[in-house]
């Protein structure tokens, strides 16, 4: 849009110098219109929309952890929380499957540990299934033997078409909004989204293997901008859908 502005002036004659002079100023307009524009349009997008947010791992399940020994669990957990809230206000219907350090297999479990995350897994997609949850984003941090792999990624189940637009979506914001993955959203085979009706995505936010990487999941700002690309690439999906359904 910005960009569109700028090459109407250079077609007048004579303008060209005077573009120049007001290219910063169109900048700084550009941007806060954009941003006043899309906000209200993006919450309107998810109000009343039910939407589970599941904080991967938890309690006695650690999942991958990082060289200097973070763990998963924390940081899927601290990312849930920012986006449970980034959905809220925007009007959607969220409910957290994890709130806190725990897992949902229940303190009076007494099967093996396998059991123990198999039961915990189930109970999560119960909880979905039982909301009858239009959305399940599912919050994970990636890792490798390898040390070199790093980037954000989502990964959804190949027989749903809303669950494809919303990872797609949610990765082409990671791809504007961090400026360091050209990864692309991927079908793939986990329990939760072969065992939910709702459109479920897996949000793979970094490689905890990855030192650098590592050091952004746990920073605060940059579990900001991850958290505002989900929110943007579902509420952009959204859009698309109502767009669709209006044609
Ligand atoms: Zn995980």
Known sequence: MLFRRVLILKRKPGSIILAI?????LCIWGTNISKEHKLPVMSYALANQIIVVDAGHGGFDPGAIGPAKNLEKDITL????????????????????????????GDDFSGSIRERKR??????????????????????ANADVSPRWSGAQTFYSGNSEKAKKIAIAIQDEFTRVLGNTTRKAKTGNYYITDNTDMAA????????????????????????K????????????QLEADVDTKK
């Open 21 to 25: 002079l007001l290219l910063p100023a």
């Open 78 to 105: 601290a990312i849930s929380r920012k986006l449970c809230s980034s959905l809220s206000q925007a009007g959607a219907l969220v409910i957290a499957l994890r709130e806190n350090d725990e897992d949902l297999a």
């Open 119 to 140: 039961k915990d897994l189930a109970i999560r997609v119960a909880k979905a299934q039982a909301n009858n949850a239009d959305i399940f984003i599912s919050i994970h």
């Open 201 to 224: 995505v897996i949000v793979e936010v970094g490689f905890l293997s990855n030192a650098n990487e590592e050091k952004l999941l746990i920073s605060d700002e940059y579990q900001n």
């Open 226 to 237: 991850l958290v505002f690309a989900i929110f943007s690439g579902i509420a952009n999906s």
